[in-house]
């Protein structure tokens, strides 16, 4: 019997596409070439993850992509990584389904790979006070889909593995925490649908 959902940040409740966000980003593919490339799936944030692991701020990333790409557009980088969660959204489904899972007596948590700044921009501190509990890979220089970070969440709130389902757009992420007992397998990335499709699978909402 499901008592725990544990749910992602990323493509759950925020809604980030990135070919979606450059497209509304800019109408240069010039430059959407270079912001996945060089930006998003650079070893600061896709690549490696080490703004998301905690490692370095916003602000060291984007001096470490402006060095390795020779300076060429610094322009764009301080640009987009000023205004790129301005395009991307929470998805308020979402929030309101964790807060009535709370009323149904479910427990719910937070286990994501994401950055401080990142937190802050969202605005959806008093959400993170009001569930469970939360981990965030910045807090603990821990990231998905590797087991630290799992056994940190399992560990600091008691969690009975058996007893949780996780709520991921990443099958990797899933496959880790199955490894644990957790159930679950992944969602459609930014799919309100597929996310109740999955907690009615388990008969957690009708």
Not at 95 to 120: A, H, P, R, T
Not at 131 to 152: F, R, V
Request: with cysteine.
């Amino acid at each position: 019997m499901i008592k725990t959902v544990i749910f992602d940040i990323g493509r759950v409740i925020l809604h980030f596409e990135v070919d979606e966000i450059l497209k509304e980003y800019t109408d240069s593919e010039e430059e959407r070439v270079f912001i996945k490339n060089e930006v998003y799936n650079s070893p600061e944030w896709g690549g490696l993850g080490l703004i998301d692991i905690g490692y370095i701020n916003m602000s060291e990333a984007a001096s470490q992509i402006k060095d390795r790409t020779n300076h060429i557009h610094d322009d764009i980088v301080d640009d987009f990584l000023a205004r790129y969660m301005d395009i991307a959204y929470v998805d308020k489904r979402v929030i309101d389904l964790i807060y009535k899972l709370k009323e149904s007596g479910y427990k719910v948590y937070i286990l994501s790979n994401m950055c401080n700044e990142i937190i802050s921009k969202m605005g959806i501190d008093q959400v993170l006070k009001d569930i469970d509990g939360y981990i965030l890979s910045y807090q603990y220089h821990q990231i998905k889909p590797y087991k630290a970070i799992y056994e940190t969440l399992i560990n600091k709130y008691n969690i009975n593995p058996e007893e949780a389902l996780f709520v991921d757009d990443k099958k990797e992420n899933l496959d880790t925490a199955n490894t644990f007992g957790i159930k679950g397998h992944y969602v459609i990335p930014n799919d309100y649908d597929s996310i109740l499709a999955l907690l009615r699978e388990y008969n957690v909402v009708r």
